[in-house]
């Protein structure tokens, strides 16, 4: 029975609902307690990218080059036991018009508040005392305290009544946690949208859910 658990959270694919959008949005949680696991061997490679003339403030999978990329998810994967990697898959062409026309960040509301009460629910079930989840800065500073509001109403359901939960917004280079979200996101929007492995199969043994929303059969609660 856990007293506090971290959810550290980050979202792969585009806001773009054009025919040059990606195909999925995917929101990923990866869920660790302290002792963080991998953070003492991500800061030591860190270190080490620095000696060896590479100008790394954080690891960020998408531009990260190959080697960096392969010795991360080296590190991910070598702490797989004491993760939990769980996932939101949304299929863009079949959400609903009012979740994304207007205001594309609609559906990150959206997609944050459903994710958060299906993992802090799961959470209380299980018996832990605190979720502290933290996702990285929200987009558009000047929508940032609405946003924020909108989607801390949406995660705050009576059935998360008896456990403590915040929801914070830090920058990804502040946390570890944030930054194996990203691969971690990276790998399996990479499975979805062009159907690579290679990453997607380094973590495969800690990711627990990986829910396809608007799958036929699929309950939802909105």
């Given at each position: 029975m856990p007293e506090t658990v971290y959810l550290f959270l980050d979202e792969s694919g585009n806001f773009d609902f054009s025919a040059n959008g990606t195909r999925?949005?995917?929101?990923?949680?990866?869920?660790?307690?302290?002792?963080?696991?991998?953070?003492?061997g991500l800061a030591a490679y860190r270190y080490d990218c620095l000696e060896a003339g590479m100008d790394i403030e954080h690891f960020h999978c998408a531009s990260d080059k190959w080697p960096v990329r392969n010795e991360v998810f080296d590190l991910i994967a070598a702490d797989l036991d004491a993760l939990h990697i769980n996932c939101l898959v949304v299929e863009k062409r079949k959400a609903r018009?009012?979740?994304?026309?207007?205001?594309?960040?609609?559906?990150?509301?959206?997609?944050?508040?459903?994710?958060?009460?299906?993992?802090?629910?799961?959470?209380?079930?299980?018996?832990?005392?605190?979720?502290?989840?933290i996702t990285d800065s929200l987009p558009h500073a000047r929508k940032r305290t609405a946003i924020a509001k909108q989607i801390k109403s949406a995660a705050s359901r009576k059935q998360l009544a008896g456990i403590q939960y915040c929801l914070l917004h830090h920058a990804s280079r502040s946390h570890f946690g944030l930054q194996m979200a990203d691969y971690c996101s990276w790998a399996i929007q990479r499975k979805w949208e062009k159907a690579e492995l290679y990453a997607y199969d380094r973590i495969k043994p800690a990711i627990r859910s990986e829910l396809d929303i608007f799958r036929r059969g699929t309950t939802h609660y909105y």
């Amino acid at each position: 029975m856990p007293e506090t658990v971290y959810l550290f959270l980050d979202e792969s694919g585009n806001f773009d609902f054009s025919a040059n959008g990606t195909r999925y949005l995917i929101l990923t949680s990866v869920r660790m307690q302290r002792q963080f696991p991998a953070v003492s061997g991500l800061a030591a490679y860190r270190y080490d990218c620095l000696e060896a003339g590479m100008d790394i403030e954080h690891f960020h999978c998408a531009s990260d080059k190959w080697p960096v990329r392969n010795e991360v998810f080296d590190l991910i994967a070598a702490d797989l036991d004491a993760l939990h990697i769980n996932c939101l898959v949304v299929e863009k062409r079949k959400a609903r018009p009012e979740l994304w026309r207007g205001d594309s960040l609609r559906i990150y509301q959206w997609m944050l508040g459903y994710f958060m009460r299906r993992l802090v629910a799961e959470e209380k079930a299980a018996g832990t005392k605190k979720v502290v989840a933290i996702t990285d800065s929200l987009p558009h500073a000047r929508k940032r305290t609405a946003i924020a509001k909108q989607i801390k109403s949406a995660a705050s359901r009576k059935q998360l009544a008896g456990i403590q939960y915040c929801l914070l917004h830090h920058a990804s280079r502040s946390h570890f946690g944030l930054q194996m979200a990203d691969y971690c996101s990276w790998a399996i929007q990479r499975k979805w949208e062009k159907a690579e492995l290679y990453a997607y199969d380094r973590i495969k043994p800690a990711i627990r859910s990986e829910l396809d929303i608007f799958r036929r059969g699929t309950t939802h609660y909105y």
